[in-house]
């Protein structure tokens, strides 16, 4: 599943797109019966939403879906250019920006429907983190959803690491690391992309991030470029060397020529990924769609992500060794609620830490254009997407948590399910990390994420010392980016 960069639409690109809708608009156009559904087929497939599309029409014969499909998460946003001869009702999708927000439908009339036989309306159902990302944050509705439930970390081969040997330290994690380097097995495997998202490395950057400054000071001045003083946007709390920093320094230690497969450098996603999946390293970064979007029942595992060791820096006891660190993270994770090793808000500042994991399902977005003619039947499709029924289709077509839990949990049997499915349902249950509605329009309208786009992973693999960069070099880069397109990136 491949995040996408800001769009540029060329005059080109508007013809091409001009000439496709009119392809697709056939005997319908208009018809407000009929509900052109445009999704992005990512790595969760669409099995899933064929057949609750299809449950739809037959369960009444006032409205029709008619559902397509594309692999290309670019080709989708780009029928948004079209205004009001844009033919597609409903879309399910990444979004690469904001661009078209203020063409998009409140919907907070889905959210407040209740099902007959159910005890909670659609937004009691869906998982609270999820929600609130989609909240605007200046009129407070709902102008988009979400679909799916999907968070991203380091993924481990069951058979090639053993439980014990999970880390539950960043300073844990780089020794595992040292250790399976000298077996002489190059323990990480993963994809090249240099800009979003780092071959994934994004998704744990961010929260070990958040991590180290805190949940509230990653939502509320780094994502929303607002100084101690309420001043937005500033550059100062962009350029901030903050958890960002301590994250680089975390993969440079990681990272090496020496604990990466010769495969980190290949392109193709689904290449890396299906050759992780035959044994060929014993760690990678994914996220919860890896099985299902290689068609695979290998014996992996997510892990919870590593608690940043830099937090103690943080902490009131500034003193802590990783070693009482460890000691700490391991009774949260057996139920402690306190801990005689560190003070209470020592504890709960390392509670936080431990259970944030980056779920990027508020990137994969659900929205309705306001100038659609089938508005009405638009949200009674939305309306029964988030039924029992069809969030079960959802469970048992993937194994995954839904968006939204089940009124009545006791229609999904786990009792099949893998321990990675296993793990991913108990990783909806963490606080988890989101991109959301309220975020600085830098990074809503203009593509801009916490690295300004600027590569990382990558930076680390290169096998010359010469050209090898360290996290010091790599910030010098952010910077230098900040420094010539500041402007860009905060004029709408």
């Not at 844990?172 to 071959?199: C, H, M, Q, R, S």
């Not at 309208?445 to 050209?467: E, I, K, R």
Request: aromatic content about 12%.
């Amino acid at each position: 599943m491949k995040s996408k960069k800001l769009i540029v639409l060329s005059s080109l690109a508007l013809v091409s797109i001009a000439g496709l809708s009119s392809c697709s608009l056939g005997g319908d156009d208009g018809d407000p019966n009929t509900i052109k559904v445009y999704a992005w087929e990512s790595g969760l497939g669409k099995v899933w939403l064929d057949k609750i599309a299809a449950d739809f029409n037959a369960s009444q014969d006032t409205y029709k879906v008619k559902l397509t499909t594309s692999t290309n998460a670019s080709t989708i946003a780009k029928t948004l250019a079209l205004g009001t001869s844009n033919p597609y009702d409903l879309y399910f999708t990444i979004l690469p920006s904001y661009q078209y927000y203020d063409d998009f439908a409140i919907l907070d009339d889905v959210l407040e429907f209740k099902h007959a036989g159910e005890s909670k309306n659609i937004g009691e159902k869906i998982y609270p983190g999820l929600l609130a990302a989609q909240k605007d944050g200046n009129d407070g509705k709902y102008h988009m959803l979400n679909y799916g439930n999907t968070v991203g970390g380091i993924v481990y081969n069951r058979g090639m690491i053993s439980e014990d040997k999970i880390p539950a330290t960043t300073d844990e994690l780089a020794d595992l690391v040292v250790e399976i380097a000298g077996t002489g097995v190059k323990p990480w495997l993963f994809y090249n992309e240099p800009g979003g998202l780092n071959g994934y490395w994004n998704y744990l950057s961010y929260a070990w991030a958040a991590q180290y400054d805190g949940v509230d000071y990653y939502y509320n001045n780094l994502m929303k470029l607002t100084d101690e003083n309420g001043n937005s946007p500033s550059r100062e709390v962009f350029v901030k060397k903050d958890g960002r920093f301590e994250a680089l320094k975390v993969m440079e230690e990681i990272i090496t020529p020496d604990t990466t497969h010769q495969q980190c450098g290949n392109t193709v996603f689904t290449t890396v990924q299906n050759l992780y999946l035959q044994g060929a390293a014993p760690l990678t970064i994914n996220g919860s769609w890896l099985l299902n979007e290689n068609k695979s029942t290998a014996d992996v595992n997510m892990m919870k992500t590593p608690v940043i060791s830099s937090i103690v820096e943080k902490l009131q006891d500034k003193s802590m060794s990783d070693s009482t660190l460890s000691d700490i993270i391991r009774e949260i994770d057996g139920g402690a609620t306190s801990s005689s090793k560190c003070s209470d808000e020592d504890f709960a500042r390392i509670k936080q830490a431990r259970n944030l994991v980056y779920n990027n399902s508020a990137e994969q977005r659900i929205f309705v254009p306001k100038y659609s003619n089938a508005l009405e039947g638009a949200k009674e499709f939305l309306k029964y997407f988030f039924k029992d029924s069809s969030i079960l289709t959802y469970m048992n077509a993937l194994h995954l948590p839904s968006n939204a839990r089940l009124d009545d949990p006791s229609l999904y049997d786990s009792s099949s399910d893998s321990v990675w499915a296993k793990t991913q349902f108990a990783m909806a249950e963490q606080e988890e990390l989101y991109f959301r509605a309220d975020s600085a329009s830098a990074y809503r309208n203009h593509g801009l994420n916490p690295y300004a786009g600027v590569q990382t992973a990558q930076s680390f693999l290169n096998p010359n010392p010469n050209d090898r960069k360290n996290a010091e070099q790599v910030w010098e880069n952010f910077l230098a980016v900040v420094e010539e397109g500041w402007e860009s990136f905060i004029n709408d």
